[in-house]
Every structure is written in structure tokens, then in C-alpha cells.
């Protein structure tokens, strides 16, 4: 039996795609401004790559290699999963040529925009492909293992994720992405995360 992919995961998922485009407009506009070597962005470009680098790890070493077991040689559904990889490959680098401009202080705007682009579309790849793919083709016991690895994966870093996905969001989304959490951790949340991330000032100084 095909288990659906719970729409808590939907929320969670899309509230980090849109905090990850979120930071790198930071960035950008930081960038613009001749704020990129200040202290307060570079601790904010950390952080982002600190829980992108989870995501990939998510996605592409515990999520993928189910699915690709899963779709065995099927020509289609693996190059569902190639596009992925190569999207991988390529925003490394280009992760690498921002942290040089934040050293030189040469190029930050351009790389930051070619970044932004390449993360978008990944990101696209991954809601659009990657995803419904999984769902269409893992069993629920697959998504059971899933979870249980992400959880474990996820649970050192999960106090600065949730504060950092509702920084600054609407109020209608900040309520649909804590609503899909467990009762505890939005507790959890508001009484510690949070006031501990914003005195954090990531990005603003």
C-alpha cells in the first residue's frame, strides 16, 4: 500500500524552501548595500548553510537512495532523481564562490544572484519532482524509515529551524507552518527558541 505523504511534511518542506530564498535576498540586499563582511550577515550566511547542508543530507543521502531503489531502472523516474544530483553538484560551488566574495569583498552581488537562481530552480526541482515521485512510488514502511531518520538527523538543529522558518513571515504562514507541529515544540518555541534566535539578530545586526 502507497502511504500519502503527510501535508504537515508539505507545510514543513515549503516553509523551508521559502526561508532558504529569504536568506539569500538578505544577502543580497546586504550585498547591494557594502553590508556583506559585516558580522551579523556573516553569521546569517552560516546558519544558512548550516541547515541547507541538512537539507541536502535529508533529501539527498536519506530520501533519495529510498527512491531510487524504489524505481528501480526505470528510465523516467531516475532522471527525476539525476536532475536532483546535478542540481546538487552545482550549487556547492557556487556556495564556495560566495563564501570568496564574502573573504574578498569582490563580486558578492553577482554571486549571490547566480546562487539565488540555481538554488530556486533546485528547489523547484524538488517540489515538483522529487517529491510526488517519492510519494508515488515508497511504501509506508519507507516512510516510516524516513521519518524516523530524519527526526534523528534533524533533532540537534530543530530549535533553530523553527525559529528560523517564521523569522519574519506573514502572520497567516507563521500559524499554518507552528499548526503543523507538535503541541511540545511550539511550546517549545515560544517560550525558548525563539527569544534565543532573535537575540541571535542574524542578518540584521
Known amino acids: 500500500m502507497i ?4 501535508r504537515a511534511y508539505d ?8 526561508a532558504f530564498c529569504r536568506d539569500l535576498d538578505r544577502l543580497a540586499a546586504a550585498a547591494a548595500a557594502g ?15 548550516d541547515l541547507f547542508g541538512l537539507h541536502q543530507e535529508l533529501t539527498g543521502r536519506v530520501l533519495g537512495p529510498r527512491v531510487e531503489r524504489a524505481v528501480g531502472d526505470r528510465r523516467a523516474e531516475r532522471g527525476v532523481l539525476a536532475v536532483l544530483r546535478a542540481d546538487n553538484d552545482r550549487i556547492g560551488p557556487l556556495i564556495g564562490r560566495v563564501d570568496t566574495a564574502l573573504e574578498d569583498g569582490r563580486d ?7 546562487l539565488r537562481a540555481a538554488l530556486e530552480a533546485h ?10 515521485l517519492a510519494e508515488s512510488v515508497l ?3 519507507e516512510w516510516e524509515a524516513f521519518a524516523v ?3 534523528r538527523r534533524c533533532e540537534a538543529r530543530t530549535p533553530t529551524f523553527v525559529p528560523w522558518v517564521v523569522d519574519g513571515i506573514p502572520p497567516i504562514e507563521r500559524s499554518r507552518f507552528l499548526a503543523a507541529l507538535p503541541a511540545p515544540l511550539r511550546d ?18
Open 3 to 6: 502511504r500519502p505523504r503527510d
Open 11 to 18: 507545510t514543513i518542506l515549503r516553509g523551508a524552501h521559502d
Open 35 to 49: 553590508k556583506g563582511r559585516a558580522a551579523h550577515v556573516r553569521e546569517g550566511w552560516e546558519n544558512f548553510k
Open 108 to 114: 558578492l552581488p553577482s554571486a549571490v544572484r547566480e
Open 123 to 132: 528547489l523547484r526541482h524538488e517540489a515538483t519532482g522529487v517529491l510526488p
Open 139 to 141: 511504501a509506508a514502511e
Open 149 to 151: 531518520e530524519a527526526g
Open 188 to 205: 517549545l518555541n515560544r517560550v525558548t527558541w525563539e527569544p534565543r534566535y532573535r537575540k541571535r539578530r542574524l542578518w540584521s545586526g
